[in-house]
């Protein structure tokens, strides 16, 4: 290093600050100039993307459209029920979890580089936020077009029914998703946003839970439906649900024409103001975001659902930053059950989600779909007890901690699968005046648990290992087989409940996994 | 931090003037009643041991954390870096430094010397890289550098900006013996060209040869 450079700032060298747009371009000139694919590699791999979505979009909309027609024949009051029943359901629900992922994610992001080279700069932070702005716009427009859009034609509504929907909630979404972007200009404003989604979450439990307790829900749903769209569903003869439900779609279009319209404007203008205020987002937040979505990405690339959660609970732990300590109690085994089970109350939402799903095989028992209760109670059940095994997953993936701990990895699956095997159970207990019979039960419960246990033991994909040839490059095997593992399980236990076996089989299959899960030992790295 | 710790310069034209800053994580107080002034030209060394908060107070200052109270003034007007003037003239080094894999180290330079408003930096960056040692890895892709390159990296962003106050956390960490003494040259130079530095650091050499006062912090109970 030399002594004598002139390192000192001269004035002279700095002028005008450039446009955000003027810098991108330059770095866009300089990134071409290390450029090592040719086009036609890069259209080649476009070609397959654009293809391989035409594809699933073409099978998708088949499927939609077939279940459309089928729901559209269906003149049950079960069917009329949940015409009624589940926009009520849905909107609250799309809404809180858009507010929720969004404000994990930012909204509006970008990677620590960006962050340090470009936004800790006096060019117009605005103008550099502004294309991820518009994508995030678009991402959740899109989002909330097709999720909607397939939720209304699964009801039966006519195309032109279920466009309006997806117009309608997209315009919702988009609101919601500007109102994310307002509440990350501060802390203050997020805790206040993060309040109204469990709100909104809240709402969309209530019509699940009258749902599931059957009162009188088609009466319920009529009521709120008035209040909405001024349409009573009374004036038509009560016993023909599904007939009203439709007639009531029918006779409120133009309400919902302007109503969309409306959401729509209002939407279009929030965009346009809210992109005036990027400028305020700090940058503190909008890297955290960055470094979030980087860590989605990865786990998304191995298709690891499992370290998703990982990433979005160690995101959880590093902003909690401390807790206060416990002392641990008893010894061995023991010891680990106390720790695990401090540990699951350390995150109590988790317990009172976990709680909160009960109410879905209650829905689906509620709505008339009998036969589909066992299957909603397993995923809901997985749903609530995967996240306690969090514990389980930290010592798959660290030979130093097993080692540390100083127990064999099999025996260390069984003791840390002992609280989250309790809360199976009481959960299973719970839901088992919906599910029916005590052996379903049992099979639902085994189900939940093997299932989770061989998601959270399941070892990462390695690309240290021989891989395989595929189009998308070399990939290791068992990468396609990532995602169902655990569900994989969950299926097998509940098979013999789905294809009506006699008890016997119904509680000796379940009972067999589990004593194989449990008696043989995880693989390691 | 005890306030009686600190012992700190306090001219009235301060180009920093931090008062009674207070910081918390979560409900554990880590900084308490730190007030201290830097003038233009002078550095202040923020030191003591590992969880005194130290790298707080700097990341307060830059606006990565956020005080739970007091007040902390750039030129007499409270510091925001959404504010475009703070980014323009407060120049960083801290632990928040990621590279672009696909720029090289002369371009990292190059894009930064531009978004501050030099349409050729070209000059100037080579200049700096060879200032710093890194001439011979210009075209290196971040990837390849070493800890130490790209550490001195980190430092060349501080100097090819314009700036009024540096806030650097522990800037001799990994550089060797030679580094760590033409890191002292280089902030005594930037000391006399008039910028004011405040920096967190573990060397006594460097605290002794760089800075006009010194503030201790010790670990809260």
Redesign the interface.
Known sequence: ?????????D?A??????SSRS?RQ??RT??RR?ADRSFWQIFEDVYLVVFTLAMVGATGGNVVHHLNSSAARCTSSTCGELTLWMPWIVVPLLLATTIRMLLAVGPVSA???T????L??????AALLRPTYRLVVAVVAVTGFVVAGIVWALLGTVWIGFLEAAVLIAALLVCAGIATVWAQQS?RRSRWTLRIADLLLIAAVVPAVVLALRPDPLRGAQIANVVVTGFDTNLVDEYDHAVAARLMFTSVETHFLLLAAVVVILAVALVVVTSQTL??????SV?AGGELLAGLAGAASSLDISMLGDVIAGRHWRM????RSHRGRGSRGGAIVHREFRRVLRWPRRLIIGFALLVVPYAVSGAGFGALVPVAAGFAGFIAVRPMLDGLRSVCRSTGLTRALGMDLRELRVIMAVVPGFFAALWTGLASPAIGSGAATFAVAAGILSGAVRQASARPPSYAGPLVASPMGAIPPGLFSQPARGFDLLLVCMAPVLLNLSGTWVVAIPAVILAVMFSIRPKTD | MSPASSRAGGKSAARLAVKDLQHK????PVIEGLTFTLAAGQAIALVGPNGAGKTTVLKCIV????PAAGKILLDGLPID??V??V??DVA?LLD?????P??TAA??LD?????????A?ED?VD??L????LLPAADQLPGSLSSGQRR?LALA?A?V???KLMVLDEPEARLDT??V??LS??LV??K??G?SILFASHDPALVEAVADSVVTLTPLP
């Open positions: 290093m030399s002594s004598e450079g002139p390192v000192v700032f004035p060298d700095f002028g005008a600050i450039p810098l330059w770095m300089t990134r290390h990677s620590r580089a962050g340090f080279w470009l800790a700069t006096p060019v117009n932070r802390a400028d305020k987002l700090s940058r503190n890297i909690k930053g401390r807790v | 994580y979560g409900d554990r606006g990565s954390a956020e870096e959404r475009e003037v980014r323009r960083t928040d430094l990621d590279f672009f696909d720029l371009e990292h894009l930064l010397a531009r978004a501050h408003g030099n349409a930096p100037l200049t700096i060879d200032d710093i040692g001195r962003t100097l900006r314009p700036r030679d580094g003494r033409w040259d280089r130079a930037e006399k060209s910028t």
